[in-house]
């Protein structure tokens, strides 16, 4: 029999939270709250005072909250997003969505959005710029902002580092407006799809909460169109049982890397992920960079390893987003690291013995 090592293993977690999550459940059923109940409402201050932002909107999925944070900043037609190139299509997908149009940008050697390719793209209809914070560590925000010049939005897109810090500031207030996804596999990750908007803006919060809301905070009163994405409470208990416990979560991936990093520092070929200046990672997946990348991910998967890719087409190479005009070569950096990227397991509870399977089958993998 093969032994496996999962990507992500969520049983881990569902031990910790089984009693908090049953007591939980229970309350909505009995209050038959569940949609917007109290409990969404007490998830949203304790994940804005855990950002450290002054406001928190629990939407239905990590994609509208991109949405809604550029609605609500008032970005839309006619408008111009700066977007980086290597980030997983729903952040294109929502600027899409909000009406505006795309603009993309390479990265850096760190996979993070290349302040200096943000500076050349800016021009008189450029509104915003979504900086994606990819893999677990925060995209270089400030730099971004000096870069894009005055009066810009910027935005974060942070569905990949709940809890990651930059020069000590969590994400989620590095920008004007931030969004997350609690997506299963996340960080801090629901039981289905959830999301939210974090801001400390009150005027791009409130107009957040209409615009989730089908455009209005009070019943049959809609002042403008909006939509549906509220977050269910279900959603919110769980999420809430779970932010408790997040901060020891992260310690324990950032554990995992470091064991991934002695493990793998003398492994031919492999080229280690990097963690920018002043960022504490919290490393949501482990990527390290590879030749014949292909080929190593079917032998580890056929091996009972779970490694994956993300991403493996850059947003100007889907067939989604040909009519942005750009051919292979516009983006050398992201078309270069989406040939060569491979995630390994990591999540909290990976056990010492798992990663040490898990080099092993990469190893020889590498060796043919």
């Given amino acids: 029999m093969i032994q496996s090592v999962p990507l992500v293993d969520l049983t881990k977690q569902q031990d910790q939270i089984a009693d908090a999550i049953r007591e939980g459940f229970n309350r909505v059923i009995a209050e038959s709250s569940f949609i917007l109940g109290p409990q969404v409402g007490e998830f949203e201050e304790a994940w804005a005072r855990y950002c450290g932002a002054a406001f928190a909107v629990g939407v239905g999925n990590g994609t509208d909250a991109i949405e809604l944070a550029l609605r609500a900043a008032g970005i839309g037609r006619g408008d111009e997003v700066i977007l980086p190139a290597n980030t997983f299509v729903a952040t294109a997908g929502a600027v899409h969505r909000a ?3 795309i603009v993309l940008a390479d990265c850096n050697e760190d996979f993070l959005l290349d302040p200096q390719q943000v500076a050349n793209r800016v021009t008189p209809r450029t509104k915003a710029v979504i900086g994606v914070h990819l893999y677990g560590q925060a995209a270089p925000i400030e730099l971004i902002r000096a870069a894009a010049g005055p009066g810009m939005v910027v935005v974060e897109d942070m569905a990949q580092a709940q809890g990651a810090e930059r020069w ?9 407006i931030a969004a997350t996804s609690f997506y299963p596999g996340k960080n801090l990750g629901a039981y289905g799809d959830a999301g939210a908007v974090m801001t400390s803006s009150s005027e791009f919060a409130e107009r957040a909460r209409r615009l989730r809301n089908h455009g209005g905070t009070v019943r049959y009163d809609h002042p403008e169109v909006g939509f549906n994405s509220r977050m ?5 208990v769980v999420l809430s049982a779970k932010l408790c416990l997040l901060d020891e979560w992260n310690r324990q991936r950032r554990a995992a890397a470091a064991v991934y990093r002695e493990l793998l520092s003398e492994v031919d070929g492999v080229i280690l992920p990097q963690t920018a200046s002043g960022n504490e990672h919290v490393h949501h997946v482990y990527v390290i960079r590879i030749a014949e990348r292909d080929r190593v991910v079917r032998e580890l998967n056929s091996a009972g390893i779970g490694a994956a890719i993300h991403y493996p ?12 005009g750009h051919r292979p070569g516009a983006f050398p950096a992201a078309e270069r690291f989406a040939a ?12 010492v013995l798992d990663q040490e399977l898990v080099v092993g089958k990469l190893r020889a993998a590498l060796g043919r």
């Fill in 99 to 101: 009406g505006a149009d």
């Fill in 168 to 176: 000590g500031q969590r994400a989620g207030t590095l920008g004007d």
């Fill in 232 to 236: 269910d409470s279900l959603q919110a």
């Fill in 313 to 324: 087409v850059p947003i100007h190479l889907l067939p989604a987003y040909a009519e942005l």
């Fill in 340 to 351: 060569e990227i491979l995630s390994l397991p990591i999540y909290p509870g990976i056990s």
